[in-house]
């Protein structure tokens, strides 16, 4: 159900990512982050393959470190190499998902302005930054980072 109490369609599509990070379900997304029924269906895909090219990019030395050691794909990769690899699956899809909502709960004000769907809790930019907070913890996780870094000056 979505905020406004409107069914949510869920929609069948996956993105494909770049064979090593695994690929993405709209149908998830829209399921496990309750997104609101009003974005049209190219606006999650584009949400989503948006944050799903930025954490790829922010995560790239990872990737080419774990290639290095011989994994081709984090989703099937030997366990002996990489430990913990369904602990890396699930931290990158939320590093993704949190960017996909946090990008697109800043854009929800230009979706619907009638007034019996306002909703704050959809407005509020602290929501969007909220989101996006999580998915730079969870990127600094995958990069074996805490969740803030201090240098002496």
């Given at each position: 159900?979505?905020?406004?109490?409107?069914?949510?369609?869920?929609?069948?599509?996956?993105?494909?990512?770049?064979?090593?990070?695994?690929?993405?379900?709209?149908?998830?997304f829209?399921?496990?982050?309750?997104?609101?029924?009003?974005?049209?269906?190219?606006?999650?895909?584009?949400?989503?393959?948006?944050?799903m090219?930025?954490?790829?990019?922010?995560?790239?030395?990872?990737?080419?470190?774990?290639?290095?050691?011989?994994?081709?794909?984090?989703?099937?990769?030997?366990?002996?190499?990489l430990p913990?690899?369904?602990?890396h699956?699930?931290?990158?899809?939320?590093?993704?998902?949190?960017?996909?909502?946090?990008?697109?709960?800043?854009?929800?004000?230009?979706?619907?302005?009638?007034?019996?769907?306002?909703?704050?809790?959809?407005?509020?930019?602290?929501?969007?930054?909220?989101?996006?907070?999580?998915?730079?913890?969870?990127?600094?996780?995958?990069?074996?980072?805490?969740?803030?870094?201090?240098?002496?000056?």
């Amino acid at each position: 159900m979505s905020f406004s109490g409107n069914p949510t369609k869920f929609a069948e599509r996956q993105i494909e990512n770049d064979g090593f990070w695994p690929n993405f379900s709209l149908a998830q997304f829209q399921e496990a982050y309750r997104l609101p029924g009003e974005y049209l269906v190219e606006t999650l895909v584009d949400g989503l393959t948006t944050a799903m090219i930025e954490v790829n990019q922010d995560l790239a030395r990872l990737k080419a470190r774990w290639q290095a050691v011989g994994v081709s794909s984090v989703e099937s990769a030997d366990p002996m190499v990489l430990p913990e690899r369904t602990f890396h699956v699930a931290t990158y899809k939320r590093a993704v998902y949190c960017r996909a909502k946090a990008n697109l709960l800043t854009q929800f004000a230009t979706i619907t302005r009638r007034e019996s769907a306002e909703n704050t809790g959809k407005e509020l930019p602290e929501r969007g930054e909220t989101f996006l907070e999580f998915s730079q913890q969870a990127v600094r996780s995958l990069q074996g980072r805490g969740r803030i870094t201090a240098v002496l000056l």
